[in-house]
T-cell receptor
């Protein structure tokens, strides 16, 4: 079976750093994605990890440990516009999504 | 990247009727996917639609309820049949990037309300 878990909600302050965790148990693994979704909009691609380690892209970084079935998304220098849902997804033929984490950034 | 459009953007339908959602992509893609996002929830994969073959459905979704067509490499339709209020959801079309095999892009979604 497939099981992908994330915290439901997180809050943080503008300018801070936040880490969103994702744990997964899937029958196959072809990579792990992070997507950002603002309310009422389609998800947009943030990052992709297929090998263990850290991938950095500007203010956003994503980490993967395949042996632990674990990933995290790190957001630095938080801005108000980062308030959104963050979706962890594992790649099969299509993407299997986790429950999503709703992040609220406060001034 | 791929640009994806969906029609209609939203609709309100009566119980027992059917709605066909169209997905158009601006480039040829092999793999297309249909997802459902129920209110306040994450995305759930309904099926994978490859041109020239039958769609592959995920557990909990069946062809009689969600028939899919994929007549060419730029177009697909999803029909939501014999609708009930539980089908009220956003339905999203998605494609795998033709250039970067791992990138997947989403259409704007179709917001369906069943009364």
């Amino acid at each position: 079976g497939q099981n992908i878990d994330q915290p439901t909600e997180m809050t943080a302050t503008e300018g801070a750093i936040v880490q969103i965790n994702c744990t997964y148990q899937t029958s196959g693994f072809n990579g792990l994605f992070w997507y950002q979704q603002h309310a009422g909009e389609a998800p947009t691609f943030l990052s992709y990890n297929v090998l263990d380690g850290l991938e950095e892209k500007g203010r956003f970084s994503s980490f993967l440990s395949r042996s632990k079935g674990y990933s995290y998304l790190l957001l630095k220098e938080l801005q108000m516009k980062d308030s959104a849902s963050y979706l962890c997804a594992v790649l099969g033929p299509g993407l299997i999504f986790g429950t999503g984490t709703r992040l609220q950034v406060f001034p | 990247s791929a640009v994806i459009s969906q029609k209609p953007s939203r609709d309100i339908c009566q119980r027992g009727t059917s709605l066909t959602i169209q997905c158009q992509v601006d480039s040829q893609v092999t793999m297309m996917f249909w997802y459902r996002q129920q209110p306040g929830q994450s995305l759930t994969l309904i099926a994978t639609a490859n041109q020239g073959s039958e769609a592959t459905y995920e557990s909990g979704f069946v062809i009689d309820k969600f028939p899919i067509s994929r007549p060419n490499l730029t177009f697909s339709t999803l029909t939501v049949s014999n609708m009930s209020p539980e089908d009220s959801s956003i339905y999203l079309c998605s494609v795998r990037s033709p250039s970067a095999s791992y990138e997947q892009y989403f259409g704007p979604g179709t917001r369906l309300t069943v009364t």
